[in-house]
């Protein structure tokens, strides 16, 4: 069973323009949310996060949404940048032991000079 | 050092064969984390680590699957008996506290990528 979800395998967006990435989840337990950004051959690193109580947090360049109601969460990416170019990982967290990650399944950004 | 480092980062072994991977966290982090991601998959958490213990080991796939840690420092996942379906890279990542010192953020080695013939 899939707590989380990202439905689109790849996603490809002009430079300039904005990169959404979607992500949906089932566990209504889930409480916090984080996107990770991973490159070939290199771990993943740590991008933006948001916790339950909000509905947007925002770092820069990128813009995380979430919608409780509809589970779903999203990553905004303007402008975008050749260099974003990668895969993104939704994570989700609950409160527990460990707070340990569930993640989903990524999506291959390509974003195009 | 100044990342987390796995070794060895890449490992091809005979279905069978027993491997160790190693995570090196990052210096002063208590909670250690083991992921693994199949092919065109996610992120699947293992184990995790609060100083040397591992309180929940329902994650393992299987009793072939061991971890430990000593000295608040290395850990090592062991493999015994491995099969195909254990080909997959696998991912330590450390933090200072159970969640990350706030943010969630766990800091993520580039992973040992076993294949398993």
Known sequence: DQQV????????????????????????MFDYFLWYKKYPAEGPT??????????????????????KSAKHLSLHIVPSQPGDSAVYFCAASRPGS???????????????? | GAGVSQSPSNKVTEKGKDVELRCDPISGHTALYWYRQRLGQGLEFLIYFQGNSAP???GLPSDRFSAERTGESVSTLTIQRTQQEDSAVYLCASSLSLFGAGTGELFFGEGSRLTVL
């Open chain 2, 56 to 58: 929940d080991k329902s």
């Open chain 1, 5 to 28: 979800k990202q439905n689109s395998p790849s996603l490809s967006v002009q430079e300039g323009r904005i990169s959404i990435l979607n992500c949906d989840y089932t566990n209504s």
């Open chain 1, 46 to 67: 740590f991008l933006i996060s948001i916790s339950s109580i909000k509905d947007k947090n925002e770092d820069g360049r990128f813009t995380v949404f979430l919608n």
């Open chain 1, 98 to 113: 460990a707070r340990q990650l569930t993640f989903g399944s990524g999506t291959q950004l390509t974003v195009l000079p």
